[in-house]
């Protein structure tokens, strides 16, 4: 992935799907953990 590019909604979805399956597998696991990482982080609401 480029510097700027992150995981989409559904992808993220799907991927969250895939770390709460206790029958997936460790390397879809991991590869699920590493889609969650690039998604893009929500804007904080709020003040301090």
């Known amino acids: ?5 992150t ?4 992808a993220a ?3 969250s799907k895939v770390l709460r399956d ?3 597998s460790p390397a ?3 590869a699920a953990g590493s889609a969650l ?3 893009k982080d929500k ?3 709020g003040g301090k």
Not at 1 to 5: A, P, R, V
Not at 7 to 10: C, H, L, N, S, V
């Open 22 to 24: 206790p029958k997936a």
């Open 43 to 45: 804007p904080k609401k």
């Open 7 to 10: 995981t989409g909604k559904k």
């Open 37 to 39: 990482t690039q998604v």
């Open 28 to 30: 879809a696991k991991s």
């Open 13 to 15: 979805s799907n991927a």
């Open 1 to 5: 992935m480029g510097k700027n590019e």
